[in-house]
């Protein structure tokens, strides 16, 4: 189907964006005819992740480059194209610097991206080039993309990392900073309901909520968020850390400007810390993550606080921690930061929002409590008692790579393309 937009001004600038449209599969790609090719859709780049939200793009396009060739595009631009898995292209639909054109469609809620009418241009030859069998579009943010998108392929998946409508409704009685109505989001997701064939959600409470609200009659498959990195000992505890550098070293890992992040981190340095320091004078709270605001910055001149802005790798961070306490007053979909300190053996003190969806056992695979008080006790009881400790580190682990694993992300993403989107 042509576009209905004019030509793409700067044509210089559309072929560095797309810089393999019209090639053929590249060496070692599997016929079309044998197996199913998947187009994800997504604002920021999904590779390198730097996020929750990139982390389960790029590991929901691992997945499904087991059936067959992925690309994986971001409306953001993108300079890393080379990727560990040869079935993986990545794509960016911007450039950096190109001169900015209008955005489609004459009006935008607050709850969705801005889309460049030149990168819908791009994304259309893409999508023509690319033959997709399955076109997965990362939630209702890129909603203004799903109606072009919809005679591109035989199957459209909206993959919901969060139920909008519900975390919007969350972050307006936290933040006093301007957010998009629960109403105007549910909106939204209704009529986005409406276009797409098959929809992605992280827990089955997440299905219950869009059950709930809206009563689909497509399928809502659970495609839960895995665990972030597998590293060289897969599935294998990982040794507890010395106390050599101050006990307990406790992490916070998340996007920094995020505003239940932004809350989480405050209650952390603030109140729970200061608890903690009064029993465990060598207790230091690390907070890393990118784009930290300027009251996550002001943090880190608190007793005890290191801020880590922009990490390139949280592997090392997580390795030297003895515990995370992740404080969340309001959340969607599942947390990956949980999901990732499990897996790599650190014992998780959090709130119950904070480990929904998860189907986590309490107080045995993680600890959980409301008030900051509460968190700092479980905390500090934890850190004196090496036996639960060790205890609650194996069965969370356990937990986490039963349930959470590549293994178990694969066979939910060839669950959830279903018979018109993954072969075999």
Avoid at 46 to 65: I, V
Wanted: proline fraction near 9%; glycine fraction near 8%; charge should be positive.
């Amino acid at each position: 189907m042509p576009s209905e937009l004019g030509p793409l001004p700067g044509a210089k600038h559309q072929a560095s964006a797309l810089n393999s449209a019209g090639a053929q599969p590249a060496a070692g790609e599997p016929e079309r005819a044998a197996q199913r090719r998947t187009l994800v859709v997504s604002h920021d780049p999904g590779f390198p992740p730097a996020s929750g939200s990139d982390l389960r793009n790029y590991r929901n396009a691992e997945a499904a480059a087991r059936f067959g060739p992925v690309c994986l595009v971001s409306v953001k631009p993108n300079k890393v194209r080379n990727v560990p898995d040869p079935l993986i292209r990545v794509e960016a639909l911007s450039i950096e610097g190109e001169p900015r054109t209008a955005s489609i469609g004459w009006w935008r809620s607050r709850a969705e991206s801005r889309i460049p009418r030149s990168a819908l241009t791009r994304l259309e030859m893409l999508a023509r080039e690319f033959r997709p069998d399955t076109i997965i579009v990362e939630g209702v943010g890129l909603f203004k993309l799903l109606r072009p998108l919809r005679p591109l392929a035989q199957q459209l998946i909206l993959d919901m990392h969060n139920v909008e409508s519900d975390l919007a409704g969350q972050i307006r009685r936290l933040s006093a900073r301007r957010s998009a109505a629960a109403f105007a989001v549910r909106f939204l997701e209704r009529k986005a309901l409406s276009l797409v064939d098959r929809v992605w959600v992280c827990s089955k409470l997440d299905r219950q909520k869009l059950m709930t609200l809206f009563r689909p009659e497509i399928p809502i498959d659970i495609v839960p968020n895995g665990i972030p990195q597998t590293g060289d000992g897969l599935g294998r505890l990982p040794a507890e850390p010395s106390t050599d550098n101050g006990f307990p070293v406790i992490v916070f890992i998340g996007h920094l400007a995020y505003p239940p992040n932004v809350d989480a981190a405050q209650r952390l340095a603030s109140f729970i810390l200061p608890r903690i320091r009064n029993a465990l004078p060598g207790a230091r709270l690390v907070l890393a993550g990118r784009t930290p605001t300027p009251e996550v910055q002001a943090l880190a001149g608190l007793p005890g606080v290191e801020l880590i802005e922009d990490p390139a790798d949280v592997a090392p961070l997580l390795s030297s921690a003895h515990l995370t306490i992740v404080p969340l007053t309001a959340g969607g979909g599942t947390r990956i930061k949980i999901l990732e300190a499990m897996a790599a053996g650190v014992p998780v003190v959090a709130t119950p929002i904070a480990a929904e969806g998860l189907d986590l056992v309490e107080n045995d695979e993680v600890l959980l409590s409301q008030s900051d008080e509460t968190l700092a006790e479980m905390a500090i009881g934890l850190c004196l008692d090496p036996e639960r400790r060790a205890r609650q580190r194996l069965r969370a682990h356990q937990a986490v790579w039963a349930r959470f694993s590549p293994q178990a992300i694969r066979d939910a993403v060839r669950d959830g393309l279903g018979p018109n989107g993954a072969a075999g």
